[in-house]
């Protein structure tokens, strides 16, 4: 797949690319190929139609502190800086995958079959003239509080994680890119939840491709898979320690979906994200835990990050 992901974009053929959260499944789908497929997917913000509501039963509390509790004593040990902890919580939700996917206010949107549905407001990578660029976000906040865009800043936790994923990304772009520099740190998005407004705090990165990048997507694509900023940092043990702390499969839920239109590409981290399975829905979120983090807060954060835009 990875020779297909190259020789595709080498002839400019369009494509759609999404890819599980540890690249061990990549999906390609040309557009005569997704003609055929029950696929819908949106590259470009769209409107709200209408609020809708759900019904989550999270994960108590006890229960995510212990896998908090364990995070902290492995980053106690020097074993991970940062580590992005994610849950699933069964939702009630009486729309269709489709519906969720159609009423959803998003940057990015998937719906894949009726598997799952995912509407991102994270871009992954995009790459335009030759220029990469990524976008990690890091640090939320609810946009009620007052001077909500003060403290989230000037926070010295968000601002310790953010730099963490920032410097993880500068990294991973090294790999691919040259000349990679940190263009905006740490602006603010405002992301719409229903029944609440977030602030995010996201920072952009870019590099310098080589001319030849097409011949080489492939490779370069899944190089830079997992997605830092959904991981941790070092990447490496820190995937480790999710695989041990964390009680179910993440799967597609915080992979990468994009597509490439013939000559640059765009795509985006999955994150809010429902999964259909036979017993019901079930939606999958989290956040960065670093050794400064308060479980009851971070608790708060996976809970806010459940809801249909």
């Not at 263009?183 to 602030?199: P, S």
């Amino acid at each position: 797949m990875i020779n297909k992901i190259s020789t595709l974009a080498a002839q400019g053929t369009p494509f759609l690319l999404i890819s599980d959260f540890k690249a061990e499944q990549l999906l390609v789908y040309t557009l005569d190929e997704l003609e055929k497929e029950d696929i819908d997917f949106s590259m470009t913000p769209t409107a709200q139609i209408d609020q809708s509501t759900l019904k989550k039963s999270p994960l108590d509390y006890i229960s995510y502190k212990k896998g908090f509790d364990t995070i902290i004593e492995h980053i106690k040990a020097g074993e991970t800086y940062l580590l992005n902890y994610t849950c699933e919580t069964p939702i009630v939700c009486d729309l269709t995958l489709q519906e969720i996917y159609q009423k959803a206010h998003a940057k990015f949107k998937l719906r894949f079959k009726e598997s799952f549905v995912c509407f991102s407001p994270e871009r992954f990578i995009k790459i335009e003239n030759d220029t990469i660029s990524t976008y990690p976000m890091k640090g939320t906040i609810d946009a009620s509080i007052e001077n909500a865009e003060e403290k989230i800043l000037n926070d010295e936790k968000e601002m310790a994680e953010h730099i963490m994923v920032v410097d993880l990304l500068r990294n991973d772009l090294g790999i691919v890119a040259s000349d990679i520099r940190v263009e905006n740190f740490r602006y603010i998005d405002q992301l719409h939840t229903g029944e609440k407004t977030l602030l995010q705090v996201s920072s952009k990165i870019t590099g310098q491709l080589p001319k030849a990048w097409r011949q080489e997507f492939g490779s370069i694509i899944t190089s830079l898979l997992p997605a830092g900023s959904i991981t941790g940092t070092p990447k490496k043990s820190t995937l480790k320690i999710i695989q041990e702390v964390e009680t179910h499969n993440r799967g597609f839920f915080t992979g990468i979906f994009g597509f490439f239109d013939g000559q640059d590409f765009d795509s985006a981290v999955m994150i809010r994200f429902i999964e259909k399975r036979k017993e019901g829905y079930l939606y999958k979120s989290g956040g960065g835990i670093t050794l400064d983090s308060k479980a009851d807060l971070e608790y708060q954060e996976m809970l806010d990050k459940i809801y249909l835009p």
